[in-house]
């Protein structure tokens, strides 16, 4: 499952275009509903 969520991250990562902000704000977004 990790594996998924990580391979999931990196998709985001690309489409976005290594957003950080974006990125940041997806972190802080998935830490409030469920932490890894």
């Given at each position: 499952?990790?594996?998924?969520?990580?391979?999931?991250?990196?998709?985001v990562?690309?489409?976005s275009?290594?957003?950080?902000?974006?990125?940041r704000?997806?972190?802080?977004?998935?830490?409030?509903?469920?932490?890894f």
């Open positions: 499952m990790f594996g998924l969520m990580l391979l999931l991250f990196g998709a990562v690309f489409i275009g290594t957003d950080i902000e974006k990125i704000d997806f972190i802080n977004k998935g830490d409030e509903s469920d932490k």
